[in-house]
């Protein structure tokens, strides 16, 4: 979400997904995570943490996150369940980045568009959510300049990765 939000900020029409079969958000210890199901608003969820330890959440970070969160949308949304079209999806993780492909990779295909589907790793915490928003903000507007998006990916990729240090996993599928 802090993606979405730095990229909405710089005009970028950004939505955010999750693509589990519920939210997770750590709870009191790692084996009692706080989950909810995808209808439960970013407002409910504030509240019932607040309800339930505010000290707790306020320190780890999840009440500030859910704060934002609930000014950029009011809940959240399962990728699984928007069949909208995409030119890019960035992932953050490698377990979600499989999950989108292979999602994308299942489905039938009607129209044979291209989607470029993006990793770039990011560690869970705020300082590193920062970090990576910002290199999306720069994929999406190197990408911006780009007139054809379609064969310039792959060198982009390569020239952000010998800025940046980072690598990226990167694949196209269709719809």
């Known amino acids: 979400m802090e993606a979405h939000n730095v990229l909405s900020k710089r005009g970028f029409n950004v939505r955010?997904?999750?693509?589990?079969?519920?939210?997770?958000?750590?709870?009191?210890?790692?084996?009692?995570?706080?989950?909810?199901?995808?209808?439960?608003t970013y407002d409910q969820m504030y509240n019932d943490l607040l309800k339930k330890d505010k000290q707790l959440y306020t320190r780890n970070g999840i009440l500030y996150m859910l704060d934002r969160n609930k000014r950029i949308k009011p809940r959240?949304?399962?990728?699984?369940?928007?069949?909208?079209?995409?030119?890019?999806?960035?992932?953050c993780e490698e377990r979600v980045y499989d999950q989108v492909v292979e999602h994308l990779t299942f489905r039938e295909q009607e129209t044979c568009q291209p989607v470029h589907v993006v990793n770039v790793d990011i560690q869970d915490n705020q300082e590193e959510a920062t970090l990576g928003a910002f290199l999306i903000c720069e994929i999406c507007q190197c990408l911006q300049l780009e007139e054809d998006m379609d064969n310039k990916m792959e060198e982009l990729l390569r020239d952000l990765e010998k800025k940046n240090g980072k690598t990226f996993l990167h694949t196209v599928c269709f719809y």
Not at 21 to 40: A, Q
């Open 16 to 40: 955010s997904f999750g693509t589990a079969t519920h939210v997770r958000l750590p709870g009191s210890t790692p084996h009692k995570p706080n989950v909810y199901d995808f209808s439960t």
């Open 76 to 91: 959240p949304e399962r990728f699984q369940s928007c069949n909208d079209v995409f030119d890019l999806i960035v992932t």
